[in-house]
């Protein structure tokens, strides 16, 4: 879990970060990456209200 909440640290200073996260095929979901390439978090970043919503979490490892 340490891993996960240091990857969402990151995404919530810039969800749009293009060196830290990646586009998917719908523009308003985004996934980053953690615990060195063994897990991927998809969110929705939702900017009026500052909120970076958590849709999945998958984990290798």
Do not use: E, N
């Not at 879990?1 to 810039?14: F, I, N, T, W």
């Amino acid at each position: 879990m340490d891993a996960l909440g240091k990857g969402m640290a990151v995404v919530c200073d810039d969800p749009y970060d293009p060196l830290t996260t990646m586009a998917t095929h719908d523009p308003m979901v985004r996934r980053a990456d953690f615990g060195q390439g063994r897990g991927f978090v998809t969110y929705v970043p939702i900017d009026a209200a500052y909120v970076v919503r958590v849709v999945d979490i998958i984990w290798v490892g």
